[in-house]
Nanobody, 120 residues
Framework: QVQLVESGGGLVQPGGSLRLSCATS????????MSWYRQDPGTQRELVAR???????NYADSVKGRFTISRDNAKNTMYLQMNSLKPEDTAVYYC??????????????WGQGTQVTVSS
């Protein structure tokens, strides 16, 4: 069973920064896609940023130029650097990974979520 452990959420003022981390329990080289999603109560979970093992990244229009997704292969960890935060970025942020198993099947996994609150 693959585990994704998130950290780094919290309360920050508008214009501030936070960095979220998502550590995987398997080699990151087995991860096909890693992404960050977010969800407000009563809304659908939305894709924030996505990273493939080929190095491609893409972002939601609402965060382009402010958020950066990255990986540290040596630490089997993915990051989301969030700058110039706005109140509308407030949500629970979830880490997602599509992982290739030892039998070459692919499975989806989710982290437990970490709360980000942007407020003065």
């Amino acid at each position: 069973q693959v585990q994704l452990v998130e950290s780094g959420g919290g309360l920050v003022q508008p214009g501030g920064s936070l960095r979220l981390s998502c550590a995987t329990s398997v080699s990151i080289f087995r991860v096909n896609v890693m992404s960050w999603y977010r969800q407000d109560p009563g809304t659908q979970r939305e894709l924030v940023a996505r990273s493939t093992n080929a190095g491609a990244t893409n972002y939601a229009d609402s965060v382009k130029g402010r958020f950066t997704i990255s990986r540290d292969n040596a630490k089997n960890t993915m990051y989301l650097q969030m700058n110039s935060l706005k109140p509308e970025d407030t949500a629970v942020y979830y880490c997602y990974a599509n992982v290739r198993s030892r039998d070459d099947s692919n499975y989806d996994y989710w982290g437990q979520g970490t709360q980000v609150t942007v407020s003065s």
